[in-house]
T-cell receptor, first 112, second 111 residues
Framework: EAGVAQSPRYKIIEKRQSVAFWCNPI?????LYWYQQILGQGPKLLIQ????????DSQLPKDRFSAERLKGVDSTLKIQPAKLEDSAVYLC??????????FGSGTRLTVV | GENVEQHPSTLSVQEGDSAVIKCTYS??????FPWYKQELGKGPQLIID?????GEKKDQRIAVTLNKTAKHFSLHITETQPEDSAVYFC??????????FGSGTQLTVLP
């Protein structure tokens, strides 16, 4: 089966600019996650979707981050405006049930 | 919420030796414990997992043990090879189906 697709792979922006990341999960996976992985750390959950509804966004900095999952398939994560500390790899993952999480290769964001 | 602690942060072993990575978790309701390997520039890849009703699971050179009473689980890699060099993450899945990661272990296998 095809994996979790993410784009772009890399993005460099200046602080205060905006950026968007896209994720296409594995077909049929109802649950989709966005994680932030800062260099040298484990991934940290930003938001969890079940179909097109938000299950948990308690760790999402809502003053600058937003995410949507229209039609319960693809998802977009946006940052506006970006800060230097947002430099990280943004990982998308999907799962069918309570196990079997599959991750994409991530988008490496550098804010300068 | 769940909190996962992982040790050590770095581990160097000679090729052919064994490597052990240990994790503890805080939420007694967590019931699924996967281990991921992450290579440079790639997303985490599942290498082995264990459910709360099992104490040990083995897959070739990799094994995982779980002690639910102590809220402790470990990854064991035997006969290590240079291609085992990577960052390894433990994780725990809570009843809310959220995956919480440890801080990672950089494993280096020296030839």
């Amino acid at each position: 089966e095809a994996g979790v697709a993410q784009s772009p792979r890399y993005k460099i922006i200046e602080k205060r600019q905006s950026v968007a990341f896209w994720c296409n999960p594995i077909s049929g996976h109802a649950t989709l996650y966005w994680y932030q992985q800062i260099l040298g750390q484990g991934p940290k959950l930003l938001i969890q979707f079940q179909n097109n509804g938000v299950v948990d966004d308690s760790q999402l900095p809502k003053d600058r981050f937003s995410a949507e999952r229209l039609k319960g398939v693809d998802s977009t994560l946006k940052i506006q405006p970006a800060k230097l500390e947002d430099s990280a790899v943004y990982l998308c993952a999907s799962s069918l049930g309570p196990s079997g999480y599959t991750f994409g290769s991530g988008t490496r964001l550098t804010v300068v | 919420g769940e909190n996962v602690e992982q040790h050590p942060s770095t581990l160097s072993v000679q090729e052919g030796d064994s490597a052990v990575i240990k994790c503890t978790y805080s939420d007694s309701a967590s019931n699924y414990f996967p281990w991921y390997k992450q290579e440079l520039g790639k997303g985490p890849q599942l290498i082995i997992d264990i459910r709360s009703n099992v104490g040990e699971k083995k897959d070739q050179r990799i094994a995982v043990t779980l002690n639910k009473t102590a809220k402790h689980f470990s990854l064991h890699i035997t006969e290590t090879q240079p291609e085992d060099s990577a960052v390894y993450f433990c994780a725990a899945v809570s009843s809310a189906r959220q995956l919480t990661f440890g801080s990672g272990t950089q494993l280096t296998v020296l030839p």
